[in-house]
């Protein structure tokens, strides 16, 4: 600010404020991490460490968080489309015109388009589930998830599912040890973990 001409009457105003609610610069907190790293065995000198998910039922949370992802994204194109292939399907045909034929009936187009475009969202809906099903399954399958205990007392801040997720959208992964370790053992595919859930299963059945 320049400094007032002298003669003028005006008094200079140095005083400037420092208070915290002005200088400080307050940020979000920060986001967990979704996965952590974790050696990759108990054994000195081993592998380098890999990133595993916390537990099984923050595992389970974030497969069923990506699949509803990628069904929004999906069916959001295919409204798009379908909305394109009804108006494409229901309009009149070009030579229509040529012979001076009735009238366009609006709302008879507007009923096709309807119909259309519910008979494409139910096809497009089926497909949208088998996709996201598809492109989850491999990289959930392959996914490294903690051992017991292991993430409970790292420094790093590790997503939980239990503290974002409501009690009805985990299953007994949560509640129960899905799958038994050797004690060496820091963390195991998820595709173990299946193939554990699904011998329970049969044996049950059985």
């Known amino acids: ?92 045909p070009w030579w229509k015109g040529l012979f001076g034929a009735a009238p366009m009936d609006y709302q008879e187009r507007e009923a096709c388009e309807e119909r259309e475009m519910v008979a494409c969202l139910e096809a497009a809906k089926e497909a949208c589930n088998k996709f996201a099903k598809e492109k989850c399954i491999e990289p959930f399958r392959d996914a490294r998830i903690a051992s017991d205990g292991l993430l409970e007392n790292s420094d790093l801040i590790v997503w939980d599912s239990g503290k974002t997720s409501s009690a009805s959208s985990l299953s007994v992964l949560s509640s129960q040890r899905p799958i038994n370790l050797d004690p060496g053992v820091t963390n195991y595919k998820g595709g173990d973990l299946l193939e554990s859930l699904s011998s329970k299963d049969n044996n049950k059945s059985g």
Request: charged share 20%.
């Open 1 to 92: 600010m320049a400094a007032p001409a002298p003669g003028s009457g005006v008094v200079a105003d140095d005083s400037e404020d420092y208070s915290p609610e002005v200088t400080v610069v307050r940020f979000d907190p920060p986001l967990p991490l979704l996965r952590a790293p974790v050696p990759s065995s108990r054994v000195p000198g081993g592998e380098g460490p890999v990133l595993a998910f916390r537990d099984a039922a923050s595992w389970q949370a974030a497969w069923d968080a990506a699949e509803a992802s990628l069904v929004t994204q999906c069916e959001a194109g295919a409204r798009s489309g379908c909305s394109i292939t009804a108006s494409r399907k229901c309009k009149p």
